[in-house]
């Protein structure tokens, strides 16, 4: 089972950028949709944004534009460039492992994101 290992969080004021990365233990080339999850304090977990394994981008309506997540697959290593963050975007964020055939799911830890002045 992949291990995820997320950081990169941190306070940032509205209209900063933060990038966070996402660590797997294992080559998730080819085998995972890797996803960031977050949820803001009080409130469920919700999407932001995925890759498939041939490249495919999905994000939140509400960070369209403004994050963009990428993969580096040599480091083993998913990453979400957020730019133009807003108060609205404070929350924990986890990064998520799929396994496109067993649909066998595993979750980071979590870094903390707050945006605030």
């Known amino acids: 089972q992949v291990q995820l290992v997320d950081s990169g969080g941190g306070l940032v004021q509205p209209g900063g950028s933060l990038r966070l990365s996402c660590v797997a233990s294992n080559n998730i080339y080819g085998l995972y949709i890797m996803g960031w999850y977050r949820q803001p304090p009080g409130k469920q977990r919700e999407l932001v944004a995925t890759?498939?394994?041939?490249?495919?981008?999905n994000y939140a309506d509400s960070v369209e534009g403004r994050f963009t997540i990428s993969r580096d697959i040599t480091k083993r290593t998913v990453y979400l460039q957020m730019n133009s963050l807003k108060p609205e975007d404070t929350a924990a964020y986890y990064c998520k492992s799929t396994h496109i055939i067993s649909g066998k799911a595993s979750w980071g830890q979590g870094t903390t994101v707050t945006v605030s002045s």
């Open positions: 890759i498939t394994p041939d490249g495919r981008l």
